[in-house]
């Protein structure tokens, strides 16, 4: 069913509150950001911001559920056109990080899960789980293939992983300095998997 205009715009809305709020926590954190700035950010006033969220926590789990969607989709899209193990890395590699310095970001950095309430907090926790575990997945996809070589796949991914998940936090450069960075980073984090 399509959907109406009034939906779009919310959605394109709660997509920019997301984007804003994620930069926010990612240069303040968590204990220094209030809704305030986040409104302030946007040009927005408080009360048009709470119509999309009720409080700080609530604001906090929607960016970590963006942020797990986004990685996802980067991740179905890997596997869908990698034709390896290395392959998907390198494109799951790839799609993350456009997604997160190109115009879909910022992504928020999930550092703050303990600022969660117990239920947000399980959600998140079992959403990055899945994620780590696809990624892992990967990795002894292309053990088994030939294209990775012999690796431990949790540390591996962990690191790989820590790497990406951090770029959110040093990176506000410019849309050149972006593109080389969708280039290079899946090469630098990628190099020493090959079996070749």
Request: glycine share 8%.
């Amino acid at each position: 069913m399509a959907q109406s205009a009034d939906e779009t715009r919310f959605q394109l809305k709660h997509e920019r509150i997301l984007r804003a709020a994620a930069r926010c926590f990612n240069e303040k954190g968590y204990s220094g950001t209030s809704l305030k700035d986040v409104s302030r950010h946007l040009g927005l006033t408080d009360a048009a911001l709470y119509y999309y969220v009720r409080n700080k926590e609530e604001l906090v789990f929607k960016c970590y559920q963006r942020a797990a969607q986004l990685g996802a989709e980067a991740m179905t899209r890997a596997e869908s056109e990698g034709r390896n193990g290395l392959e998907q890395a390198q494109l799951y590699l790839h799609y993350h990080i456009e997604i997160m310095v190109g115009e879909r970001g910022p992504v928020a950095i999930m550092s703050e899960v303990p600022s969660l309430k117990p239920a947000h907090r399980d959600e998140i926790l079992t959403l990055s789980r899945q994620h780590s575990r696809a990624f892992e997945e990967v990795l002894a996809r292309g053990i088994g293939d030939g294209s990775i070589a012999e690796c431990d796949v949790r540390m591996t991914g962990n690191a790989i992983m820590g790497a990406i998940n951090w770029i959110p936090k040093w990176f506000h450069g410019s849309s050149a300095v972006a593109a080389e960075l969708i280039i290079a980073f899946p090469d630098i984090l990628t190099r020493g998997l090959a079996t070749n």
